[in-house]
């Protein structure tokens, strides 16, 4: 698969080093085992890496029950792995098997992990899901149909579970 942009996890990075700066304990997760070993070493002793498929649902499942499992508890999940897949393309010019990919990382990376980390929010009675949309989600960018399409999707879900879960 391609690799994350560098943009993404610069995002993750500032991301988990807030929460570290607040005294939790991050980890974060990336395909790419190099540069998550790198975003991982500089964040220091309270971050861990874990490199995971996201669009993998067995690995996902596992993954999330380890961690939840070493760490005792998860309290909060930032979906922030995205992809733009090919741009500057007209809807016509297409290729479905790109589109079928941005939403597999996009929207189904991000139900997966979000589905895989509930059951342990709910036995807790304490959680908080954060999904990383765009305003591509909302307005729409020519040229990024399957970007713009995913990040709708992924405002949709958030507003979904919002809705489900907004008491825990």
């Known amino acids: 698969r391609e690799s994350s942009p560098a943009g993404q996890m610069a995002l993750a990075s500032a991301v988990a080093q807030k929460f570290i700066s607040e005294g939790a304990k991050v980890v974060i997760v990336d395909q790419n085992k190099a540069p998550l070993t790198k975003a991982s070493k500089q964040l220091g002793p309270n971050a861990s890496a874990l490199v995971l498929d996201v669009t993998d649902e067995a690995a996902v499942t596992k993954a999330i029950n380890k961690v939840a499992k070493q760490h005792g508890r998860i309290d909060i999940l930032v979906n922030s792995a995205g992809v733009t897949g090919k741009t500057n393309v007209k809807t016509h010019e297409v290729e479905y098997e790109n589109f079928k990919f941005v939403f597999e990382v996009n929207v189904n990376g991000s139900f997966l992990m979000?589905?895989?980390?509930?059951?342990?929010?709910?036995?807790?009675?304490?959680?908080?899901?954060?999904?990383i949309a765009s305003v591509a989600g909302k307005e729409g960018n020519a040229g990024m149909l399957a970007y713009s399409a995913s990040k709708a999707?992924?405002?949709?879900?958030?507003?979904?579970?919002?809705k489900e879960y907004a008491e825990i």
Do not use: E, S
């Open 114 to 131: 979000a589905r895989a980390v509930l059951p342990h929010m709910l036995k807790r009675n304490y959680g908080r899901i954060v999904h």
């Open 153 to 162: 999707a992924v405002i949709g879900m958030t507003k979904v579970q919002g």
